[in-house]
């Protein structure tokens, strides 16, 4: 299952709503889940099962979709959002992440 | 506290073996499956193979299959990944990751993550 994820970087400012979105090549119901990388540090999970807010993650974050269409929402963006985020499905093996998207400071 | 440490990364050589090692700690091993995960230089993420909490079922993904095997001692609570007729294509970092237990069914995504071991495949 390929994963396409949009846009491959965008540039914002703190306050801003951001919208990235991630397209499935096939129906993975809500099998899907968002991680936030930065810089020299591990992947860290998001969201689980399309909308499903891990333990300690800010409120700010919220995922919607099912099917193939997936979104992830920073409602105001902060200062420690700004890193590359990847959409990533487990509907099937193997198991596969979008390109991500990097979020930049404008 | 859950934590991975990964060890056994390198320099090889084209056609090399290479084996890694995750120790880890602070949770029950056994009732986990596990995950290795790779990130080549300036790229992004590629999952590479996970493994059932007992060892009985192991998946690849196609670009490893023959060459990687996935396995783990939860005596040690330690997971591997063999690594044989390595090639350029899997310079990265390699992570270790555990896979969420939700209620005890499959969470289905890794909520926990090792720092990582580089792995270089060159001559």
């Known amino acids: 299952i390929q994963m396409t994820q949009s846009p491959s970087s965008l540039s914002a400012s703190v306050g801003d709503r951001v919208i990235i979105t991630c397209r499935a090549s096939q129906n993975i119901w809500t099998y899907l889940n968002w991680y936030q990388q930065k810089p020299g540090r591990a992947p860290n999970l998001l969201i689980s099962?399309?909308?499903t807010l891990q333990s300690g993650v800010p409120s700010r974050f919220s995922g919607s979709g099912s099917g193939t269409d997936f979104t992830l929402t920073i409602g105001s963006l902060q200062p420690d959002d700004f890193a590359t985020y990847y959409c990533q499905q487990s509907y099937n093996s193997p198991w596969t992440f979008g390109q991500g998207t990097k979020v930049e400071i404008k | 506290e859950v934590q991975l440490v990964e060890s056994g990364g390198g320099l090889v050589q084209p056609g090399g073996s290479l084996r890694l090692s995750c120790a880890a700690s602070?949770?029950?091993?056994?009732?986990?499956?596990m995950h290795w995960v790779r990130q080549a230089p300036g790229k992004g993420l590629e999952w590479v193979a996970n493994i059932k909490k007992e060892g009985s079922e192991k998946y690849y993904v196609d670009s490893v299959k023959g060459r990687f095997t996935i396995s783990r001692d939860n005596a040690k609570n330690s997971l591997y990944l063999q690594m044989n007729s390595l090639r350029a294509e899997d310079t990265a970092i390699y992570y270790c990751g555990r896979e969420g237990d939700c209620s005890g069914t499959r969470c289905l995504a890794i909520d926990s993550w090792g720092h990582g071991t580089l792995v270089t495949v060159s001559s």
């Open positions: 602070g949770f029950t091993f056994s009732s986990y499956w």
């Open positions: 099962g399309t909308s």
